[in-house]
């Protein structure tokens, strides 16, 4: 019951919580006599917790939609290839990083593997041509090939 | 000496200034311009700044008028570029091109992707034209009105498009309020803009820099969008039926395309984030002023028409502080002072009479790229559109890939990908209770600049 | 449209976005450099370290890549040189603030005096303390006597608090107890100068010397220790006898990551030292308020060392902090 009623004022909540965090985060709001870089945060940390608890009351509860397996699906699936990207960046570097990324989120969309190789191919050597040939953009290689390439 | 209204030594360097863009090579240089514009405006995440400073060496080599008519061609270009991903896949190339894809993302959806974006360029073209008639007529006398107002004018002004915003969109008021103070917070983390000391990065360097327009951007419209697909109820077919967009009443739209073009040129001959405020102004105003406003949101035309005419009219009006007062309203303005700084064009009021060949040749070519605009938008509608049909399954991992890296470019650094990720479950989490992301996404890009404001106003008067 | 016209149309297309490659790569020489720039483009620090680099390409024979990370004040483009390899190939241009005020006051990723060696400074940004054309006072003695009289009613334009022109004239007024100003921050080009146009400040500290040149705005005097060339009856901080406290921030710098060969590092020093005397640069100089202040690798460090010990006790007496960051022996947090 308790965890249901914070599912309801979740949003609430986290906007009260964030509001009330900036406030304390925030340096001081006078310096010297002067206002100072604290003034502002102090401000809309303020705002954001008073606003919070005017928010409406969330409607009673529809019931939450039953997920289906094939949504959870997809979005494990975008959030996955996410994590792929973001870890294997640092490692191998963004090329790697990229393909293998758009493969996963292609797969779990449900591409068949024609699809999503051909896809993730194209899009890679795209960025590929556009960032570091036209646009000269220096991305990170990846410890493994610090050689560079 | 102060130039008058209507002087009429101010028009004599109209036929110097024409005669220099009839030369067929700077016609090309502003073809080659937009080109590449819009080739940078189509990629998220990588901003006109950064291909405008990829293209500086050229402004040392080239002469005046030629090398700043490319950099202004590249402007022209990305916004163009900027408002093809806006209205095809919902991601905003740069924070003036958000207004549009409320309504132009819809349209796309709905199977219409073709006349969204020909009234998009129709609409550009339309704020451009009439904003470059006021520049060349009223510009003098406009100008002084960004000298005139001051810190407390400006912030007036945008306080006033904020609580407009705030009425207007989706959700209430009170939701709204809540969101533009979120909007606020977010933009805290970082340097002071006064003071220049960090605040609130809880010890992270990266954090300094703040939370980044780009990963704020492509995490709310992209990820955020491709989550709320991907998790929602409704049935995922690749095409949702024609039937439920609203159909294109032309006059109207032409009527929303002059309300925006107004309040573009407005917005843009003051610092007040013009083509932001401009572009979020004019589709809470249309939402206000329609007959119809449950239509907004579906894909209303005027709230497609209105923002685009006003992004385009302020781009255009904000060259008026530039060059007549040295006075950039944004960093894209920033860079090309800069660039007028090195060719050794001097911003004042005195240009139009001191140096006509290069203020009129640059309005010519500005008129130029719209023209150019007008014809390729118009031309490529179809082309863009095609891509439109491609099925969402394999839509939506390139829309991933490309905000992961887009949001890594524009942020420099792994920081910026993570953030994005972490503002796409955000979005789906305020969809879920009901929140709308446009006053959240205006609040975040005006909030330092009305924080500098309010200081000066309490600095000066303490 | 009918087919044909489309296939040509798209032709066309493809045609326009292959161009770029072939013209980039055309542009690319054996070998290249990359030079960082902390700062956005557009700005002095910008235009300087551009022509810098073009000058100092004739010298080397190598292409130099230049390009902007403006992020975190900075700190983005130091942290990522002390990062880069060791081998000549990585500089990175900023403002000695990325080095000495934002490390002291933020944590940053880098030791500032350890993890990055300095090539050469090139130069100092020297804001000018300026006034509307039409403004009774004519140069700064009237402009302290007036500000005497209006006891504290002046305001004055500065980019930020902290910043070295703010500091100059706060140590001015502290060492002064009947100068009392009005600080109002202008972030961005042309807003102070708009802003005292407009009325809304009684001076501002510009960095925009062609409209000073065309007499757009009146010169009061130089805001740092050496005068500006192309503005020779501007008297600056020390023929005045005022200390120059922003120094130390407001310095050009060349930065190469820690450990680079001696060979290396000599042959590139040469070469950018002959470039920041070579006319070009000079003459683009002219256009930005900067002086064109130049020093060598020892004496460059020396100044780093100098500058960062001296910055906490000037920001106290400039009344920008109630406690200085960071201890005056250099002990980071």
């Not at chain 2, 503002?423 to 205006?442: E, I, M, N, Q, T």
């Not at chain 3, 296939?7 to 054996?30: D, G, K």
């Not at chain 3, 901080?237 to 990551?257: E, N, R």
Request: hydrophobic fraction near 50%.
């Amino acid at each position: 019951m308790p965890l249901r009623i914070l599912f309801l004022h979740s949003l609430r909540l986290l906007m009260l919580l964030t509001g009330l965090c900036a406030f304390c985060a925030a340096p001081e709001s006078l310096v010297s006599g002067l206002p100072g870089p604290g003034l502002w945060p102090r401000f809309t940390g303020a705002g954001l917790a008073l606003s919070a608890l005017l928010l409406p009351s969330p409607k009673g509860q529809k019931g939450r939609p039953v997920p289906s397996t094939k949504r959870t699906g997809r979005v494990s699936g975008l959030i996955v290839s996410c994590l792929v990207w973001l870890l294997l960046l640092p490692l191998s570097g963004w090329i790697p990083a990229t393909a293998l990324s758009a493969l996963t989120a292609c797969r779990s969309g449900g591409c068949t593997w024609k699809e999503s190789l051909l896809l993730s191919l194209l899009l890679t050597i795209a960025l590929w041509l556009g960032l570091e040939h036209l646009l000269r953009w220096t991305m990170p290689h990846g410890m493994l090939f610090s050689g560079g390439v | 000496m102060e130039p008058t209204f209507f002087d009429p030594s101010l028009f004599s360097g109209v036929l110097s200034g024409l005669h220099a863009v009839l030369s067929s090579s700077l016609c090309l240089l502003v073809l080659a311009g937009v080109f590449l514009g819009m080739t940078v405006g189509v990629l998220p995440g990588f901003g006109p700044p950064a291909a405008m400073a990829l293209l500086f060496p050229l402004v040392y080599v080239l002469d005046p008028l030629p090398g700043i008519s490319l950099l202004a061609g590249i402007f022209y270009g990305a916004k163009y570029g900027g408002a093809v991903t806006s209205i095809l896949i919902g991601i905003p190339g740069e924070a003036d091109a958000v207004a549009t894809l409320f309504e132009g993302h819809p349209l796309a959806l709905g199977g219409k992707a073709r006349q969204a974006l020909a009234t998009a360029t129709l609409a550009s073209f339309a704020g451009g034209m009439s904003a470059s008639l006021g520049m060349v007529l009223l510009a003098p006398v406009l100008s002084r009105v960004a000298l005139v107002l001051g810190p407390s004018g400006r912030a007036a002004i945008m306080s006033g498009a904020l609580l407009l915003v705030a009425v207007t969109s989706p959700g209430g008021f009170r939701r709204n309020l809540c969101m533009i103070f979120l909007g606020f917070v977010l933009a805290l983390p970082g340097m002071d803009p006064v003071y220049g000391s960090a605040r609130l990065t809880f010890g992270s360097w990266q954090l300094s820099g703040g939370v980044e327009l780009t990963s704020l951007l492509l995490g709310f419209f992209g990820l955020g969008d491709v989550l709320d697909a991907l998790s929602s109820k409704r049935v995922l077919s690749d095409t949702t039926p024609a039937a439920a967009v609203p159909a294109l009443k032309k006059r109207s739209a032409a009527l929303a395309a002059l309300r925006g073009s107004l309040l573009g040129f407005a917005a843009g001959l003051v610092p007040c984030g013009a083509g932001v405020t401009a572009s979020f102004a004019s589709h809470a105003l249309e939402k206000r002023l329609s007959r119809h406003p449950e239509q907004f949101g579906r894909g209303a035309w005027e709230g497609l028409a209105g923002p685009e005419a006003s992004n385009n009219a302020a781009a255009m009006s904000s060259f008026a502080p530039l060059l007549l007062l040295g006075l950039p309203t944004n960093p894209i303005m920033a860079a090309l002072l800069g660039a007028l700084t090195i060719v050794g064009v001097v911003p004042g009021p005195m240009l139009p009479s001191e140096q006509p060949a290069f203020y009129w040749g640059l309005i010519f070519c500005l008129l130029l790229g719209n023209i150019l605009l007008l014809f390729l938008g118009l031309g490529l509608a179809g082309f863009w559109a095609k891509l439109a049909e491609v099925p969402f399954r394999m839509l939506w991992p390139v829309i991933v890939v490309l905000c992961l890296v887009g949001s890594y470019v524009g942020a420099d650094g792994l920081h910026g990908p993570v953030q994005c990720v972490f503002f796409g479950l955000l979005s789906l989490f305020l969809k879920r209770h009901g929140c709308s992301p446009a006053p959240l996404v205006l609040a975040f890009t005006l909030g330092p600049r009305l924080e500098t404001y309010l200081m000066q106003v309490l600095l000066s008067t303490w | 449209m009918k087919w044909q016209t489309l296939h040509i149309f798209r032709l066309t297309i493809c045609l326009c976005l292959v161009s770029p490659f072939i013209v980039t790569h055309a542009l690319a020489a054996n070998g290249t450099m990359r030079l960082s720039i902390a700062f956005s483009p557009g700005g002095a620090l910008d235009g300087a370290a551009r022509v810098l680099a073009g000058e100092a390409e004739k010298e080397l024979g190598v292409s130099i890549i230049v390009q902007n990370s403006p992020s975190a004040g900075g700190m983005t483009a130091v942290a990522r040189l002390a990062e880069a390899k060791a081998d000549g190939t990585q500089l990175a241009a900023c403002v000695t603030n990325a080095l000495i005020f934002i490390p002291q006051r933020n944590k940053a990723p880098y030791s500032p005096l350890e993890d990055v060696e300095p090539l050469l400074i090139f130069g100092q940004a020297s804001p000018v303390l300026v006034t509307r054309p039409d403004a009774p006072w004519k140069d700064m003695d009237a402009f302290l006597d007036a500000t005497r009289q209006r006891n504290g009613e002046m305001r004055i334009g500065v980019p930020g608090l902290g910043t070295p022109s703010h500091i100059a004239l706060a140590i001015m007024a502290a060492n002064d107890p009947s100068l009392k100003w009005r600080f109002v921050p202008f972030g961005g080009p042309g807003e102070a100068e708009a802003a005292l146009l407009g009325g809304h400040v009684d001076a501002a500290a510009s960095g925009a010397l062609p409209r000073v040149k065309k007499g757009q705005l009146h010169p009061l005097m130089v805001l740092a220790g050496s005068g500006i060339p192309s503005l020779p009856d501007v008297p600056s901080l020390s023929d005045k006898g005022f200390s120059d406290p922003g120094q130390g921030d407001s310095s050009f710098i060349l930065l190469a990551p820690a450990g680079v060969p001696e060979d290396i590092m000599e042959r590139l020093c040469r070469a950018f030292e002959k470039a920041a005397t070579s006319d070009t640069y000079l003459k683009t100089l002219e256009n930005y308020s900067v002086s064109p202040v130049l020093m060598d690798r020892s004496k460059a460090k020396s100044f780093l060392r100098r500058a960062w010990e001296e910055e906490g006790t000037i920001l106290k007496t400039a009344g920008i902090t109630d406690s200085p960051a960071v201890s005056p022996d250099g002990e980071k947090h």
